[in-house]
């Protein structure tokens, strides 16, 4: 089943990723149009409210090696994706043993069609593939046995996580996760010495502070406002951003409905790990996993919907791109699903989730999510169209696309000079 719906997602990529810069990717490839930049530069780089980290650096080695290859990186993010997926199931052998029927929720949950705008709208690998994939690196981690060696992976892990993309909010729940083991060890609950986790601790919120040396606020919307006193929209907005991973059809109400569910779910069990943590002694791996995973998800979707509520309910919930960092929560709800112990609700619950994730499995992708045609359709017009005319405004006009808002702003024009002077990106020979 991992590979069928691995053969379907590349196909995917193959069929609808089109070669050509979008929106985004005109600023935070920018110091690539202006000679060699350094890997600190492109490491620190912000862009909008995070830093690119490890996605810019990857993208330094492989602009240059496919003349600029968008589609590149759309296989670049499919690959990080489907490797994420791999180390989720080998996370989910070291917790829980052998694999089972139920364990086909993993691969439903990494590589559902939902999160398309992240593989073929503005594909950035720092934002979502990185992330992720560095996320389940950290949990493996977290797994280590030897405890100096998992300080030191989990807080290089952090460190990295921080810096790319929306990884940011690991360092939020890193700073949580070694509070609590202070806690256990100061307690006696766990075998580690007290120095260890204190020691971690500072470090962990040294690099969460470094973050924001040289940082920009830049809230990436101008109609950012701080967060109101009345949260039920705020809290709206996250049922929305969670039911629509599924990509389900149906009115608004119900999908409300469904998405508050998830949500209360998802509080009920990171409070319920958290209590397990701080009174219960042995192995701590499967409720920290858990914890990670489920205040990962927790913070981002908390944050975008301060971020984005102001763009409007419902769409703004339902970006397409959300769903690549709402995984790990739903990895979080399977995994907390098989550590239950009575079998009745492990399988009800599992059979309820898979049910769930395989709402948009035998759809056509195009007709499931219509968005993927206007991408896809939108930059082959637009691309030929400027091959053909060289002028942007006119462009534009008869496709009624725009690869980039404000032209003038980003210096469109000269950029795609560039690109047509070196025959790279849209004007390349070997546009694969």
């Known amino acids: 089943m991992a590979a069928a719906l691995g053969i379907r997602f590349f196909l995917f990529i193959s069929q609808y990723s089109v070669n050509v810069l979008f ?8 110091s690539f149009f202006r000679g060699k930049p350094t890997l600190a530069e492109l490491f620190f780089w912000q862009h909008g409210p995070h830093r690119e980290g490890v996605g810019l650096i990857a993208d330094w080695l492989l602009y240059p090696a496919t003349n600029w290859n968008v589609r590149a990186e759309s296989f670049l993010i499919g690959a990080c994706i489907f490797i994420a997926m791999i180390l989720a199931l080998w996370i989910k052998r070291k917790l829980f043993g052998a694999f089972g029927y139920w364990d086909v929720a993993i691969p439903l949950i990494f590589l559902s069609l939902s999160q398309y705008e992240t593989l073929i709208g503005t594909p950035n690998a720092g934002y979502a593939g990185f992330p992720l994939l560095l996320m389940m690196l950290y949990l493996l981690a977290l797994l280590v ?31 949580g996760i070694v509070a609590i083991e202070c806690y256990r060890s100061l307690r006696r609950i766990s075998p580690v010495r ?32 701080p967060p109101g006193r009345d949260v039920l929209p705020y809290g709206r907005f996250m049922a929305l951003m969670f039911a629509n991973f599924f990509g389900l059809k149906l009115p608004l109400e119900d999908l409300t409905m469904l998405g508050a569910a998830v949500l209360l779910a998802a509080v009920g069990v990171i409070a319920l790990q958290v209590i397990n943590l701080l009174r219960r002694g042995g192995s701590a791996n499967t409720p920290l996993v858990i914890a990670a995973l489920l205040g990962y998800a927790l913070l981002f979707s908390a944050n975008t919907a301060v971020g984005r509520l102001c763009l409007g309910l419902p769409a703004a919930a339902q970006v397409s791109r959300y769903a690549t960092l709402l995984i790990p929560g739903y990895l979080a709800l399977y995994f907390f699903l098989q550590s239950i112990r009575f079998a009745l609700p492990r399988i009800a619950g599992s059979l309820l989730l898979i049910a769930l994730f395989y709402a948009d499995i035998g759809n056509a992708p195009e007709d499931h999510w219509p968005g993927i045609r206007w991408y896809a359709n939108g930059k082959r017009a637009w691309a030929e169209c400027y091959k053909q005319t060289g002028d942007i405004a006119h462009c534009d006009q008869a496709t009624h696309f725009l690869i980039y808002p404000r032209p003038a702003s980003t210096g469109l024009a000269t950029k795609l000079d560039y690109l047509k002077q070196r025959h790279l990106n849209l004007f390349a020979d070997d546009n694969f």
């Open 23 to 30: 929106y985004d990717q005109w600023d935070f490839l920018g």
């Open 194 to 225: 007290p120095l260890l986790p204190i020691g971690g601790l500072l470090l962990a919120a040294a690099s969460l502070g470094s973050f924001f040396l040289n940082y920009t606020f830049a809230p990436a919307v101008d109609c950012f406002a």
């Open 145 to 175: 046995p030897l405890a100096p060696l998992r300080y030191g992976l989990v807080l290089l892990a952090n460190f990295l996580l921080i810096y790319t993309g929306f990884g940011l909010f690991m360092g939020a729940v890193t700073l």
